[in-house]
């Protein structure tokens, strides 16, 4: 089945940092997603990336869809207290009629203040 | 309505009994998901559904895992004969229809399953 290879597993940085992570795939998906889920609650959507190529940004929150469909990062400028969660990709792709999403195995950012 | 609703938010149950949890979704949305978390993991898809019907059962871990959808809204996720193995965070999303690019899926706050 489609897997997704999520990096850093976790990451440990000082307030104000700039943080990059990244998805990999051998699958390719006509959709990329990212997600941030808070301790006792579902993931919520962030940034979604509907191109192969396309660069999109939300706020200090900037994605891209790479060229090959098979992968996306997502950065982060000038960190906060509040972007402290774990952050999980998703490659979405239609099976039966359903927008099938799979996900990554997430990033934990933890900011030092 | 507001968002995705789960219940109960917590189920403790003992191996061997049956549990059941409910998603409610966001008003008017036709597609409604079920995924399973286990602690420190992604989401593990398990079924979906479309209006009542659920056309991929797929991901559904073992034939002790049902579920229905009535009304085109709610829907209830049974557990028969719990495991251990089946603690982890039911969550449940809701997207305004399905099959179309760009459609986001809403996700509820999960029910935290522990099997003792």
């Known amino acids: 089945g489609q897997q997704l290879n999520q990096s850093p597993q976790s990451m440990f940085i000082q307030e104000g940092e700039d943080v990059s992570m990244n998805c990999t795939s051998s699958?390719?998906?006509?959709?990329w997603l990212w997600y941030k889920q808070d301790p006792g609650e579902g993931p919520v959507l962030l940034i979604a990336l509907y191109k192969a190529g396309e660069l999109t940004s939300n706020g200090r929150l900037t994605a891209q869809f790479g060229t090959t469909r098979k992968d996306s990062f997502l950065n982060i400028s000038a960190s906060i207290p509040s972007d402290v969660g774990i952050y999980f990709c998703a490659g979405q792709l239609l099976i039966q009629g359903a927008q099938k999403l799979v996900f990554g195995q997430g990033t934990r950012l933890t900011i030092n203040p | 309505g507001a968002g995705v609703s789960q219940s109960p938010s917590n189920k403790v149950t003992e191996k061997g009994k049956d549990v059941e949890l409910r998603c409610d979704p966001i008003?008017?949305?036709?597609?409604l998901y079920w995924y399973r978390q286990s602690l420190g993991q992604g989401l593990e898809f398990l079924i979906y559904f479309q209006g009542n019907s659920a056309p991929d059962k797929s991901g559904l871990p073992s034939d002790r895992f049902s579920a229905e959808r009535t009304g085109g809204s709610v829907s209830t996720l049974t557990i028969q004969r719990t495991q251990q193995e089946d603690s982890a965070v039911y969550l449940c999303?809701?997207?305004?229809?399905?099959?179309?690019?760009?459609?986001?899926?809403?996700f509820g706050p999960g029910t935290r399953l522990t099997v003792l």
């Open positions: 008003s008017g949305h036709t597609a």
């Open positions: 699958s390719i998906f006509n959709t």
């Open positions: 999303a809701s997207s305004l229809v399905s099959g179309r690019a760009g459609d986001t899926q809403y």
